[in-house]
C-alpha cells in the first residue's frame, strides 16, 4: 500500500464497500486488502455510513419536504371529508 497523502475515494465507493462489508462471510481485514483502502478506514466507513440511513443531506431534506406535502394533503382532505359529511347530514335532514 501507498503511504504519503490519502487518495480522495468518492462517496459511492465507501457506500459499496460498507454494503460488501456486511456480508458475514468476508472480514474486515480480507476486504480492505481487496479494495486497497486500510482496515482503519473500512471501519470508519462502516461506522459512520450505515446502510439504513441515507447518505445524503439532500435526500434527507427531500424526504422531510415530502413528509410535510403530505401532512399538508392529509389535512385538507380531513377538512374536506369533515364538510362533505356535514352536507350529507344537511341534505338527509331537508329530505325527510
Excluded: C, Y
Amino acid at each position: 500500500m501507498r503511504r504519503g497523502r490519502p487518495q480522495k475515494i468518492s462517496e459511492e465507493f465507501g457506500r459499496e464497500a460498507v454494503r460488501l462489508a456486511s456480508d458475514p462471510k468476508r472480514s474486515v481485514s480480507e476486504l480492505s486488502r481487496e479494495l486497497g483502502v486500510s482496515v482503519t478506514r473500512l471501519r470508519n466507513w462502516i461506522r459512520t455510513v450505515p446502510l439504513d440511513k441515507p447518505t445524503s443531506a439532500g435526500r434527507v431534506r427531500s424526504l422531510e419536504e415530502q413528509v410535510r406535502r403530505l401532512s399538508r394533503e392529509n389535512a385538507r382532505l380531513r377538512e374536506a371529508r369533515e364538510f362533505l359529511k356535514k352536507a350529507m347530514a344537511f341534505f338527509a335532514r331537508e329530505r325527510r
